[in-house]
């Protein structure tokens, strides 16, 4: 089943700000990583469940996925005909808290 895929305003916010992190040491590889995140991201349309749960739906009580690319994680739910992207970060911080996941 085909979904739409939301990314709450966190996790566009996120996005910006790991792009502009990476352009500051090489904006083409910046240019890569947000290509790499985008498509990955998009493939949650057709595949979002193929992603493994992520840590902190434990803590939550929801089931919340992840999806790894280029050293970073996309946190994310699965509702219904939507997946929502709620939160990116960088695959080495710990796990993300209550804050971290609020649009």
Known sequence: MKRSVLLTA??????GEAYAYISRGSPANALRWLDEMEAGIGSLAA????????????????EIRQLVRAGYRALFIVRGRSVIVLHVRHASRGEAEASDLAG
């Open 10 to 15: 966190r996790a566009e916010r996120d996005l």
């Open 47 to 62: 595949f979002g469940e193929r992603c493994a749960l992520a840590p902190e739906g434990g803590a939550f009580g929801v």
